[in-house]
C-alpha cells in the first residue's frame, strides 16, 4: 500500500470517527463524543472540524480551557471558522477577557455575515455579542467610576490642605477663606457629578480637565508654602538657641 493509499484510508477513518462522535453528541454522550473526534484528530490533525466539534463538546462540558486551546488550532488551520472564532470568544469571555471575547465575537459575526447572513448562528452569535459588549461596558463603568472617586477625593484632599494653610491669613480674612473653600468643594462636586452622569467612556470633558489643572497648581503652591514655613522655622530655632 503506497503513501496515497494509507493516507486515504486513514481519512476515511477519521472521517467516520466524526460522525460517530456526532451521533454521541446527539445522544448527549459528550465523553464518548471526545473521544472518537480525538481519534479523528490523531489520523488527520489538519481538518479544523474535528477541532471546532471536540471544542463544541468542552463547552457543553464547560471546559472552558479546553474549548480554548482547541479553537486556536482550529483557527491556525482555517482562519475563517465562524464556530471556532466564536467559541474562542465564549471561552476568553469566561476568563474575564472580555475586550479579545468581543474581537472574537465579532469576527463571528463578521465571517458568519458573509457566509450565511440568515443562518441560526448568526442570531446566537449577534446575542452573545450584545451581552459581551453590555459587560464590556458596565466593567469599563465601573473603573471609570472609581478613577472618578479617587480623583475626587484627591481634589478634595488638595482644597483641604490650602484652606488649612489659608488659615495662617490675619483674623479679618479667615470668614471669607472659609466661604471661598465651601465654594470650590461644591464646585468640585458638581464637576464629578456630571462626569459621572455623562458616562461617556474615552471622553473627559473641558471642564474637568481645566479643574483638575487648577488643582495641580494649588499643589504646587502648597509645596512651596511648605518649603518656606520649614525654612522659617530653622531659622528661628537657630535665633532661639543663640
Request: glycine fraction near 6%; charge should be negative; charged fraction near 25%.
Amino acid at each position: 500500500m503506497g503513501p496515497g493509499s494509507a493516507w486515504s484510508a486513514a481519512a476515511k477513518q477519521a472521517e467516520q470517527l466524526r460522525k460517530d462522535g456526532n451521533n454521541y453528541f446527539k445522544k448527549d454522550r459528550f465523553g464518548a463524543a471526545i473521544d472518537a473526534y480525538t481519534e479523528a484528530i490523531t489520523l488527520c490533525p489538519n481538518v479544523p472540524v474535528y477541532w471546532t466539534n471536540r471544542a463544541l463538546c468542552h463547552r457543553r462540558r464547560n471546559d472552558w480551557l479546553k474549548v480554548e486551546e482547541d479553537c486556536r488550532r482550529a483557527i491556525q488551520l482555517d482562519y475563517s471558522s465562524v464556530k471556532a472564532h466564536y467559541m474562542l470568544g465564549l471561552a476568553l469571555l469566561q476568563k474575564q477577557e472580555l475586550d479579545e471575547g468581543v474581537k472574537e465575537l465579532q469576527k463571528a459575526m463578521d465571517l458568519g455575515r458573509g457566509a450565511n447572513p440568515k443562518g441560526y448562528m448568526v442570531d446566537e452569535i449577534w446575542q452573545e455579542l450584545a451581552k459581551a459588549k453590555y459587560l464590556q461596558w458596565e466593567h469599563a463603568s465601573t473603573k471609570r467610576s472609581w478613577e472618578l472617586q479617587c480623583l475626587k477625593e484627591a481634589c478634595e484632599t488638595a482644597l483641604r490642605e490650602k484652606h488649612f494653610l489659608d488659615d495662617s491669613q490675619p483674623e479679618g480674612f479667615l470668614d471669607e477663606a472659609s466661604v471661598s473653600n465651601l465654594k470650590q468643594l461644591e464646585a468640585l462636586g458638581q464637576v464629578f457629578r456630571e462626569a459621572g452622569e455623562a458616562d461617556i467612556p474615552g471622553e473627559v470633558r473641558i471642564f474637568v480637565v481645566l479643574f483638575i489643572v487648577y488643582i495641580l497648581f494649588l499643589f504646587s503652591i502648597i509645596h512651596a508654602i511648605l518649603y518656606s514655613c520649614g525654612d522659617l522655622i530653622i531659622s528661628g530655632a537657630r535665633l532661639l538657641v543663640l
